[in-house]
């Protein structure tokens, strides 16, 4: 699985949360730190680009097809926990270890973190990565880079319902009007951060 050359892709437009795009963090105590965020896919996102990128990796990394848990997840699960926001969405998680290019609308390079907020429109560069640690097996999504968008709404967060976020992991501009969802993510994660696997067709 290494020096391998990724098939990377371009996502639909998500509303960005939890971003950690400009310096790494630790949301495990004794974690590596790491650069990353949540990205949340209102509902009737095409998502076909994205979901065939993860199965290639899969397929590829995983002949025997063992049972893993899909990096895409049912938004309806973190409601309570973390906003409306991800009331009828699929969300996921991505990160990366070296630091990522963050762009403008005009795919000019983002200089500025508060033009990075929680809530922002985005799209990313990601690609899929197979692991295989000590009977852990599963497929995460790296980010390569990022664009920031017209059109978000801010959303309040805490450092503390951004740690639990990523605790339990190891174009044409479309209508903002569509990303526009009310409400603020909660002051602290409520419930265990480990969570059941979305099903997907079966795959995983």
């Known amino acids: 699985m290494q020096n391998k050359n990724y098939t990377r892709i371009v996502t639909p437009p998500a509303r960005l949360l939890f971003p950690a795009l400009f310096e790494p963090k630790s949301f ?5 730190a790491k650069y990353g965020a949540v990205l949340v896919f209102p509902a009737g996102t095409d998502l076909t680009s994205l979901k065939a ?14 049972q893993i848990q899909n990096p895409l997840r049912n938004g309806d699960d973190k409601v309570d926990e973390w ?3 991800f009331r009828g969405a699929t969300f996921l998680r991505v990160s990366t270890t070296k630091k ?7 795919c000019q390079p983002v200089m ?4 990075v907020f929680n809530g922002a429109v985005c799209r990313a560069e990601v690609h899929a990565f197979a692991y295989d640690k000590m009977g852990n097996r599963g497929i995460s999504v790296t980010l390569d880079s990022i664009q920031i968008l017209p059109g978000g709404a801010r959303l ?5 319902a951004s ?3 990523f605790a339990s992991t190891e174009p044409k501009m479309l ?8 409400g603020e993510v909660p002051a602290a994660a409520q419930g265990s951060a480990q969570e059941d696997a979305q099903e997907d067709d079966g795959w995983l």
């Open 53 to 66: 990128l993860i199965k290639d990796e899969y397929a590829a990394s995983f002949p025997s097809r063992p």
């Open 28 to 32: 495990q105590d004794g974690g590596q």
């Open 175 to 182: 209508d903002a009007t569509a990303y526009q969802v009310g």
């Open 112 to 115: 500025d973190s508060s033009a």
């Open 100 to 106: 990522p290019t963050v762009f403008d609308a005009n």
């Open 156 to 160: 309040s967060d805490t450092g503390e």
């Open 163 to 165: 740690r639990r976020a």
């Open 83 to 85: 906003g409306e926001v």
